[in-house]
């Protein structure tokens, strides 16, 4: 069985460019969440996508959008890339929306410079 | 505002002690609760999740209580080892925030000493 994977590992952007991260759900898993944690701060929640469906938004601003494939992979995509945006990108995915258990993805490391 | 605090934000103990790291939410309408590792710069490993209905829920050396009516929960570590040093996270799933949102404490930063 294959867990949550990530890509890129790390990423260095500048102020006002746009970014893709890329998160595969574990093997018979149809949700992924995304999170944001800024450093020395627990993760908070961006959105949900269930079945290629915006499943759930968190506090975040319309420059972060996501994208979820029929294979149920998913992409974070922000744009206007601002300083605070910097922090560790979780992926978490789950077999269904409600409420089962999440795992986590190792994280894409943004910063932005 | 529905939070998450976990309380101390860093705890040194020396090998071999049993500790209990400590997690408070702001409403008992949950309808879960989750411990996770995290390691230094890297993603979540989940530890244990309580459902709202249970009382605590064991693995091995670990054991977690739930008392909704407190609004607490403690994550027990037995006999903790040097391998245990990580950050620990407590997150709560709220009935009226959507089963899909996970709002997480702070964290403790946990370091055990040889």
């Known amino acids: 069985e294959t867990g949550v994977t990530q890509s890129p590992t790390h990423l260095i952007k500048t102020r006002g460019q746009q970014v893709t991260l890329r998160c595969s759900s574990q093997s018979g898993h149809n949700t992924v969440s995304w999170y944001q944690q800024a450093l020395g701060q627990g993760p908070q929640f961006i959105f949900q996508?269930?079945?290629?469906?915006?499943?759930g938004r968190g506090n975040f601003p319309p420059r972060f959008s996501g994208l979820q494939f029929p294979n149920y992979s998913s992409e974070l995509n922000v744009n206007a890339l601002e300083l605070d945006d910097s922090a560790l990108y979780l992926c978490?995915?789950?077999?269904?929306?409600?409420?089962?258990?999440?795992?986590f993805g190792p994280g894409t490391r943004l910063t932005v410079t | 505002k529905q939070e998450v605090t976990q309380i101390p934000a860093a705890l040194s103990v020396p090998e071999g002690e049993n500790l209990v790291l400590n997690c408070s939410f702001t409403d008992s309408a949950i309808y879960n609760l989750q411990w996770f590792r995290q390691d230094p710069g890297k993603g979540l490993t989940s530890l244990l999740l309580i459902q709202s209905s249970q009382r605590e829920q064991t693995s091995g050396r670990l054991n977690a209580s739930l008392d909704k009516s407190s609004g607490r929960s403690t994550l027990y570590i037995a006999a903790s080892q040097p391998g245990d040093s990580a950050t620990y996270l407590c997150?709560?799933?709220?009935?009226?925030?959507?089963?899909?949102?996970?709002?997480f404490g702070q964290g403790t930063r946990l370091t055990i000493n040889p």
């Open positions: 996508y269930y079945r290629e469906e915006e499943n």
């Open positions: 997150a709560v799933r709220y009935r009226n925030q959507g089963a899909q949102k996970l709002v």
């Open positions: 978490a995915s789950s077999p269904e929306p409600s409420t089962y258990e999440q795992y």
